[in-house]
C-alpha cells in the first residue's frame, strides 16, 4: 500500500496545561501560564487554532492550577471547529500522572501531546507521517526534538540518519543529544496503559521506548522557545511589536 499521511484521520490531541509556572512568577501569580499572551493572544490559544487548523477533531485539556481561569478563557473564546474537554487534576499530576488520567479521553490509534509552556512556528502538519506510523503498528512514540539551549536542562536523544519517510528518523541515547521540544506523539494504547491519578514525570517511560527502538524523531528548525520566565515572554513579544500582557 502506498504512503499517504494525508488519509489518515487525527482524532485526539492533548494540551498540557495543569502546571503551576514557578519560574514565571510574578506573572503566573494570578495568572496561569497557558494565558499568558504571546503576540495577541494566549499561549493555548496559539496551540488549539494550530490543532484544530490540523484536523484534529478532539482536544483534551488538563488543568490544576487556577484551572477556573483556563475553562472560562477557553469557552469564551471562538468556536475552533473542534471538540474541548477538561481533565480536572486537584493537584497537578506532572507529565505522565496527567496523560494516563486523561487518557480515558483519547480517541484513535496516536494522541498528538503538546505542552502550553511553549510557544512554536512549527508545523504540525510534520506530524502526519508519526501519526500514520503509529496507527500503522510500526512504533509507539515520535518527538519533536530542538538543538538544546546553554544553561538550559535537555539533551535528552539524538536522531539517526534520516527515514526515507520524511520526518520520520529513530532515536537513541547517543550523541549528538538534542532536547525534546514537548511536541510529540504518543500511541493512545499505550497512554491508556500507564497508571493513573499518580504524579511521576514520562520521561523514564520515553527512555523505555526510545531503548526499545520504537520511537522516532524529528528536528524542528523553526522558531521554538520554551517560556521559563517573564523575561522569555518580554523577548518573545518584543520581537514581534507585541506587549507583555497577561490576558487578551
Known amino acids: 500500500m502506498g504512503y499517504n ?12 496545561a495543569a502546571g503551576r509556572g514557578e519560574r514565571m512568577r510574578p506573572l503566573t501569580d494570578l495568572c496561569p501560564k497557558p494565558l499568558i499572551n504571546i503576540r ?57 500522572g496527567g496523560i494516563a488520567t486523561a487518557s480515558p479521553h483519547f480517541v484513535g490509534a496516536a494522541t498528538i501531546i503538546v505542552s502550553a509552556d511553549i510557544f512554536s512556528e ?72 500507564l497508571p493513573r491519578g499518580q504524579r511521576y514525570r514520562l520521561l523514564p517511560h520515553y527512555q523505555r521506548l526510545v531503548d526499545s527502538g520504537r520511537a522516532t524523531g524529528q528536528l524542528c528548525e523553526a522558531l521554538w522557545c520554551n517560556l521559563t520566565s517573564p523575561s522569555d515572554v518580554e523577548a518573545l513579544n518584543a520581537a514581534s511589536g507585541a506587549h507583555s500582557k497577561l490576558i487578551p
Request: with cysteine; proline share 6%.
Open 5 to 16: 499521511a494525508k488519509s489518515i484521520d487525527i482524532n485526539t490531541a492533548m494540551i498540557l
Open 40 to 96: 495577541g493572544k494566549t499561549l493555548i490559544a496559539h496551540h488549539i487554532e494550530k490543532l484544530a487548523a490540523l484536523g484534529v477533531r478532539r482536544i483534551v485539556i488538563n488543568v490544576s492550577y487556577l484551572a477556573e481561569q483556563i475553562v472560562a478563557a477557553v469557552e469564551q473564546g471562538e468556536t475552533f471547529g473542534c471538540e474541548v474537554i477538561f481533565s480536572h487534576e486537584p493537584e497537578a499530576l506532572e507529565s505522565g
Open 122 to 193: 512549527f508545523d504540525y502538519g510534520h506530524l502526519r507521517p508519526a501519526i500514520t506510523s503509529i496507527a500503522a503498528g510500526q512504533s509507539d512514540a515520535h518527538f519533536v526534538m530542538v538543538q538544546p539551549i546553554p544553561g538550559q536542562p535537555g539533551g535528552e536523544f539524538a536522531l539517526e540518519a534520516p527515514n526515507p519517510v520524511p520526518m520520520l528518523s529513530k532515536l537513541h541515547s547517543g550523541q549528538p543529544r538534542l532536547t525534546l521540544a514537548n511536541i510529540g506523539v504518543l500511541s493512545t494504547a499505550v497512554c491508556q496503559a
